[in-house]
Structure formats: C-alpha cells, structure tokens
C-alpha cells in the first residue's frame, strides 16, 4: 500500500493534483488507516498513470473520464475509444495549423523590419494594427 506522497513521486504528479482527481471522480475514493491516511494499491496507481499519458496527450478531463469507463468496461467496442482519440487529433491538428499561422505571422512581421528607429518599426505596427487582431478563440492556448 502507497502512501498519496509515494503514489505522487511514482507518477510524477502533485499530490493535490490527485486530490483534485479524487474530487472530479477520476480517481476513487482510497482507502484509509485508522489514523485516516489515504492508502493506495497497484489498481490506483495504474489508473493514475493512465490519466498523467491521457493528459500529456493533451486529452481533457472529460475524455479522460469516457476513457477511463470505457478501460473499466473491457466488453464494449474498441469504436467508442477510437472516436475519441480521433476527435483529440483534431483538435492537436486544429491548435498545430494554429501555431502554423503565428509562426508566419512573427516571420513576416520579423522579416518586414527595417532595423531602423522603433518609430518605424514594423514588428510595432503590425502590434498596434488591431483590425488584425486575434480573438480569444483563436488564441493558441485555446
């Protein structure tokens, strides 16, 4: 049995990291001592590290759920995991063409300027240029 300190290192994720999982209801309640220490198995920590890959793929919370049921149910189609990995690739594609476009952005702006005075400066101007804008939407964080 793992103490939430051992399960954290083994893992590599922070301790209210799992707490937070536990409330969210990807990760179950654990057992306890008497003194009230969470205690964790091998069942726990693979459910864990299933959920740190499923993240650093950059699958959300609720992905991660709809996997995890479906990795708990092993009789049902493989389809249902399939389509969700397929809708997280389009979405890396979306944020990929994303991060395409402000890397020809920053080219062009970088490419454009003169060397000269900050008064002519086109990385400024194309800064100031709001019309051009990016929505929140757009952002590539998004």
Not at 13 to 34: A, D, F, H, N, S
Not at 47 to 76: K, M, N, V
């Amino acid at each position: 049995m793992l103490t939430i300190g051992t399960l954290a290192k083994k893992t590599g994720t922070k301790v209210q990291t799992i707490r937070y999982y536990e409330q969210v209801g990807l990760m179950p309640e654990p057992g306890r001592t008497e003194g009230g220490q969470r205690r964790y198995g091998d069942t726990e920590l693979d459910r864990l590290a299933f959920i740190r890959h499923a993240r650093q793929l950059g699958f959300g919370l609720d992905a991660i759920r709809e996997l995890l049921d479906l990795s708990d149910h092993p009789d049902r189609p493989c389809e249902e995991a399939d389509a969700i990995a397929r809708r997280q690739l389009r979405q890396v594609e979306q944020r990929m063409a994303r991060l395409e476009a402000l890397k020809t952005e920053l080219e062009r702006m970088i490419h454009e300027c003169s060397g000269g005075r900050t008064a002519d400066c086109q990385v400024l101007t194309v800064l100031r240029d709001h019309s051009e804008c990016l929505t929140e939407h757009d952002e590539i964080g998004a």
